[in-house]
């Protein structure tokens, strides 16, 4: 079982940056699918960004492009989220997700495997 921990999630005023890191508890972490998920209170989870494994492609939301940035560190089993030019809609819980093969569907939270915990971000105005 794969167990993903995600930090860096924290309090940012508008126009500001975090970098959330999701780490792996697996090395066959280095070939998966990941994804990161936000959910505001009162909203469904949606999709924010997706990298896959091997040859590391990159998706995101249309609601972050050319805002956040979605990469992969194998050497540390460890997938990044950069998110720049933050605004008070992005305060949500923002979640990591893997999966074990990479399905296109991968803007469905019910593509994935793992999950985890999730790391707040708040974004005042």
């Known amino acids: 079982q794969v167990q993903l921990v995600e930090s860096g999630g924290g309090l940012v005023k508008a126009g500001g940056s975090l970098r959330l890191s999701c780490a792996a508890s697996?090395?066959?972490?280095?070939?998966?699918?990941v994804g990161w998920f936000r959910q505001a209170p009162g909203k469904e989870r949606e999709f924010v960004a997706h990298i896959r494994g091997n040859t590391r492609i990159t998706y995101y939301a249309d609601s972050v492009k050319g805002r956040f940035t979605i990469s992969r560190d194998n050497a540390n089993n460890t997938v990044y989220l950069l998110m720049n030019g933050l605004n008070p809609e992005d305060t949500a819980v923002y979640y990591c997700a893997a999966s074990r093969v990479w399905r296109p569907s991968f803007v469905s939270s019910t593509t994935y495997d793992y999950w985890g915990q999730g790391t707040q971000v708040t974004v005042s105005s």
């Open positions: 697996e090395r066959t972490f280095t070939t998966f699918p």
